[in-house]
T-cell receptor
Framework: AQSVTQPDIHITVSEGASLELRCNYSYGATPYLFWYVQSPGQGLQLLLKYFSGDTLVQGIKGFEAEFKRSQSSFNLRKPSVHWSDAAEYFCAVGAPGGGNKLTFGTGTQLKVEL | GAVVSQHPSRVICKSGTSVKIECRSLDFQATTMFWYRQFPKQSLMLMATSNEGSKATYEQGVEKDKFLINHASLTLSTLTVTSAHPEDSSFYIC??????FGGGESTDTQYFGPGTRLTVL
């Protein structure tokens, strides 16, 4: 069974600073990997996804993530954070051919200081 | 594209009543939809997988007689919380599975609805 770990429960960064949110997964092969963002009281919005190919994937809102097989990681990055990026971020892993049933990490709450 | 709606966004009901939540994929067909429950400050917990034209598959520990799921069409799944009690109060989120081609590549992605806040008095 797959699992996801997001080691950081809370992260605070200053507006304009760079951001990296960590995500580690456990799966026997290369999984499908996703990052979603959730604003308070809202559903989840897809930021980016990785299925195969180029290990650096670009997403919406200036986010990118890099799949590192050797580290079983899929960290999310943004070079310059905006105040509107404050939200909860979830990493998720899905099993290819498994009906895309997702396992979510516990989430990282991002706070942006002005 | 890939928009999912949920209705209602918020519902308050009395203990013992039933509540129906609708999940619709607006611009694509979804043979599979998922229902999640989210407690405050916590992650999403998968409740069940809804497949069009067949019975839903429930996760371990989820009462299928309490949380009735119907997926009667390729764009609509419903979750009915029967005989609701205060402990059923939660944020319920659905997602619809999109498979096909997007941006020139094949994809298999869940798109989420905005959620439904259920409060049982």
């Amino acid at each position: 069974a797959q699992s996801v770990t997001q080691p950081d429960i809370h992260i605070t960064v200053s507006e304009g600073a760079s951001l990296e949110l960590r995500c580690n997964y456990s799966y026997g092969a290369t999984p499908y990997l996703f990052w979603y963002v959730q604003s308070p009281g809202q559903g989840l919005q897809l930021l980016l996804k990785y299925f195969s190919g180029d290990t650096l994937v670009q997403g919406i809102k200036g986010f990118e993530a890099e799949f590192k097989r050797s580290q079983s990681s899929f960290n999310l990055r943004k070079p310059s954070v905006h105040w509107s990026d404050a939200a909860e971020y979830f990493c998720a892993v899905g099993a290819p051919g498994g009906g895309n049933k997702l396992t979510f990490g516990t989430g990282t709450q991002l706070k942006v200081e002005l | 594209g890939a928009v999912v709606s949920q209705h209602p966004s918020r519902v308050i009901c009395k203990s013992g009543t039933s509540v129906k939540i609708e999940c619709r994929s607006l611009d694509f067909q979804a043979t599979t939809m998922f229902w999640y429950r989210q407690f405050p400050k916590q992650s999403l917990m998968l409740m069940a997988t809804s497949n069009e034209g067949s019975k839903a598959t429930y996760e371990q520990g989820v009462e299928k007689d309490k949380f009735l799921i119907n997926h009667a069409s390729l764009t609509l799944s419903t979750l009915t919380v029967t005989s609701a009690h205060p402990e059923d109060s939660s944020f319920y989120i659905c997602s619809a599975r999109f498979t096909g081609f997007g941006g020139g590549e094949s994809t298999d992605t869940q798109y989420f609805g905005p959620g439904t806040r259920l409060t049982v008095l």
